[in-house]
């Protein structure tokens, strides 16, 4: 029994360790933040893009556009193919990996110009070098 107990603290301690690793809490926080921005392109596309394509296109309503396969009868509901709305689904995903293509784009640069930066020494080193250089002149 007591086995059982100090298995189980272990594994509490594991998974604490785990739980609490900067990971983990960073990939939470990137979940939902990527699903209050899906919803924010979802609105984006409905309610602003898809408009004025619909109007260019002689006033389609792309999220009414599908192939009705049965009519609705009293015993049954309307089957149908929505193509409009996968193809408002397809401008949400294009734009959504556009912005997320941007924003890596935008990090592998912020990288490379703190990987082109040079480490500042310290004062030991700087010291040394004086030292050495002196020595060198005399």
Do not use: C, H, W
């Amino acid at each position: 029994m007591i086995g059982v107990i100090i298995k189980f603290n272990f594994m509490l301690k594991d998974f604490k360790n785990f739980a609490v690793k900067g990971n983990v809490v960073d990939l939470a926080v990137a979940v939902i933040i990527g699903t209050a921005f899906g919803k924010i392109v979802s609105s984006f596309v409905a309610d602003i893009i898809m408009p004025p394509i619909g109007v260019l296109l002689g006033g389609v309503d792309f999220s009414n556009l599908k192939f009705v396969l049965k009519d609705a009868s009293e015993a049954a509901e309307l089957v149908s193919i929505n193509y409009g709305l996968f193809i408002n689904s397809i401008i949400d995903f294009i734009i959504i990996a556009f912005v997320i293509f941007m924003v890596i784009k935008q990090l592998e640069r912020f990288k490379k110009k703190e990987a082109e930066k040079p480490a500042e020494l310290s004062e030991d080193i700087l010291l040394l070098r004086e030292i050495r250089d002196n020595l060198k002149t005399k």
